[in-house]
Each structure stands twice: as C-alpha cells, then as structure tokens.
C-alpha cells in the first residue's frame, strides 16, 4: 500500500443507552473525523445500539475521554488500524 | 502479468480481470462474460454467466463490492464462480441447479473505489466519480438507486461517505447494471447483493418500515438459509427486512430490484461482527465462503422450486 497510512488509528465499539449518549455522539462526529463502520452514518444511531467507529491517533484521546465523562460503556476494538490492516494478509502464497 | 489468483486471498482488480478470462478459457461451456458497461475510470464491469447457453431459464443475479472497502463480498463471488464450475457434475444440487438455472454474477461492482481500497485508502467505502462544485469524490453506489432516494435526509452533502449522487442511477457503475437487470427481467427471480460486515441476511425494505407483500415467504427463506449457514461452523446470523433489522436507508439495490418486480431480493452482511470489520483476516475466507455458498444454493434451490 502506497497510499494512506492508519498508524496508531483505533475502532470504538460504544454501547449507546439513550438520547443523551445520541446527542453526545453527533456533538463528536461534528467536531472529530469519525468513520462510522456500524451503522454507516451518525444519523442511524438510536437507542440501545452498539455502534463501531474508527478515529485518528490524535483525535482517540478525547475521544475517550468524552466517554468517560459521559460514562458510556466501550471498548477499543482495534487499537492500531494499520497494524490490523498487515495482519489480514495471513496467508502465505500458495 | 498480474500475478497469481488465489481464492484464499485478497486479489486485486488486475488479478480478478485475469481471473474472469481464465474462468472462461477454462469452462466454456459453462462460464461466459458479457461485459455490461465501463466505471468512470474506464474499468470494465464483467458480467460472468454460469450455466448453459439458454436464455429462457430462471437466473439469479449476484453483485458483490458495492463498497470498495468491504473486500469479503468480491472474494465470495470469485468463490462462488468457482464452486460452481468445479462442482458440476459432482455435487447434486449445485448439477440441478445448473442444468436448470442461470447465475449472473458480478465479481466487483464498484471496481474504481475497490482498486483505491487497494492502492491508495484502504477504508475508501464509494466509488471515485468527481462531484460538481465539491472537492469531495465518490457516491455510495448503494444510496444511488432509485428507491425512495429523493426522501431521506443526510445523504446529499458529497462529502458524506453516504452521498447519494446527484440524481438515482447517476452512477455509470449503477447505470450498467439497472440497464442489465431491466433487460434481463424476464430471466431474473432472485437478486442477491454482498456486503459486510454484521452478519445479517436481510430483505425489503429499506426505506420504509412497511413491509412488502410477500414478507412471510422472504422471512421463511431467510430463516431457513441462515439456519443452513450455520450448520458449518455455527456462525450466527440474524435475519429480517433492512429497516428494523439493520437500519433505514434508501436508494438501495435490493428495494430498487424488488420495485422492479424481483419479488425475491436479499442482502448478505458477511463476516464478521465487528472483531475485524472491514479488516477480515484472509484465513478467514474459506470459512465464510464455504458457509455462505450453502447459504446461497438453499435459496436458489428455493428459487427453482417457488417462482414461476
């Protein structure tokens, strides 16, 4: 791969309860670059979902600290995205 | 030279082009390759056909790679072809299925966003057509259909990894392929599109929590096959119509087939739910390849026996 690079990037999984933990999200993704996995746009979000987002390295921090503040249920699924990027090529040539 | 293909790995464009010709130098009487249209960038879309020369029969149409990060769905459909020229002769249903029925299968349906999923962006999810007055490329091919697509909002901002496009099938890749859907209808009862990740098996509709007439029977199909999909390796899939099961979208393919007049139209998230997401090991292929195919022979044997 030539092009961009994912190093130290992470995926949130973020158990979302109520219309408080929804408005606290499209506040995030207004502010920070969020690559929504699950489900495909903020929009979607509703109560009672588990959604999955990536974030740049930088950006993961606060990221994580607006959720403990807010104490929302995550977890980093993946911690650095480039790293897992390499690791899906795990089959030797035949 | 492309390099050498492989079904237990990721391939690239070139080496999938490669991969269609070699299917058809080596089965000629089963696989041939229509080529159903070019992408902005001047791809080809290939079209491969498994089963006899007849045009009359029932057919299922299969895309896989609507989203150029989602890299399972291309790998299933390579594996699909595969099977199915391998195993005819050999194995029951996939031999009744094919004396009796044709597939259309579309390995890469967004062939430019796929090919900068691997050269330049591997989370590159739309395809690469410029978009006026905006910096930002690319429309997701599958909020491009004509299926509710003028009512829903959030999807009109170009720079939104869910654009629309500026009006439904203004996508040459969408273009082609509602072009070829339409002028084989008679031929066509079953459409089936492959996406990941979540693994759900999921039916009309998108767009509306209304569900269509013959829910029931889609319901029963795709209960049915997701049980069969998990009497390989116990892989657990839910099924149900897209808007409550997933979430609401519209301009999708399978609402836009089933307006059409498709009345059996799915959806397949594959592996997996979300360890990986779009970064699914290449060990895990095989795997999901071999329980999905089971998944699929059980609704076109459905197909063959309940449509008419």
Known sequence: HSGEHFEGEKVFRVNVEDENHITLLHKLASTTQLDFWYPDATHHISANMTIDFRVSEKESQSIQSALDQNKMHYEILIHDLQEEIEKQFDVKED | ?308
């Not at chain 2, 464009?13 to 089965?27: G, P, R, S």
């Not at chain 2, 009487?29 to 229509?34: H, L």
């Not at chain 2, 902005?40 to 029969?57: M, S």
């Not at chain 2, 895309?63 to 029951?92: L, M």
Request: charged content about 25%.
């Open chain 2, 1 to 308: 030279i492309p390099g050498r293909h492989s079904y237990a790995k990721y391939n690239n464009w070139d080496k999938i082009v490669a991969w269609t010709e070699k299917m058809v130098h080596k089965h000629p009487e089963m696989v041939s390759r229509i080529k159903i249209g070019t992408t902005v960038e001047d791809n080809p879309l290939y079209v491969l056909k498994i089963g006899k020369r007849d045009e009359g029969r029932k057919a299922i149409f299969m895309d896989c790679g609507i989203h150029a990060r989602e890299w399972i769905s291309p790998a299933f459909c390579q594996w699909f072809v595969y099977q199915a020229a391998k195993t005819y002769g050999k194995n029951k249903i996939m031999t009744k299925l094919l004396d009796r029925m044709n597939f259309y299968v579309l390995p890469v349906f967004n062939i430019d966003g796929y090919i900068w999923s691997w050269t330049r962006n591997r989370m590159w999810r739309k395809n690469r057509s410029k978009n006026q007055n905006s910096k930002c490329i690319g429309t997701d091919l599958n909020r491009n259909f004509n299926a509710s697509w003028n009512s829903f909002l959030n999807t009109k901002n170009p720079c939104a990894d869910i654009y629309r496009g500026p009006e439904p099938e203004s996508e040459k890749e969408t273009k082609a392929v509602t072009d070829f859907i339409r002028s084989h209808l008679k031929s066509i009862k079953a459409y089936i599109t492959f996406h990941s990740y979540s693994q759900m098996l999921l039916f009309p509709y998108g767009y509306t929590s209304k569900l269509p007439p013959n829910h029931k029977d889609l319901a029963k199909v795709a209960k049915i096959g997701t049980d069969v999909l998990a009497t390989r390796y116990e892989t657990r899939y839910i099924y149900g119509p897209i808007a409550s099961t997933i979430y609401p979208t519209s301009g999708s393919s399978l609402d836009w087939a089933y307006n059409l007049g498709i009345k059996h139209t799915f959806a397949f998230e594959l592996r997996d739910k979300g360890k990986f997401g779009f970064l699914l090991p290449e060990s895990l292929i095989k795997p999901t390849c071999k329980e999905t195919l089971l998944a699929v022979k059980f609704i076109a044997k459905y197909i063959l026996k309940h449509t008419s």
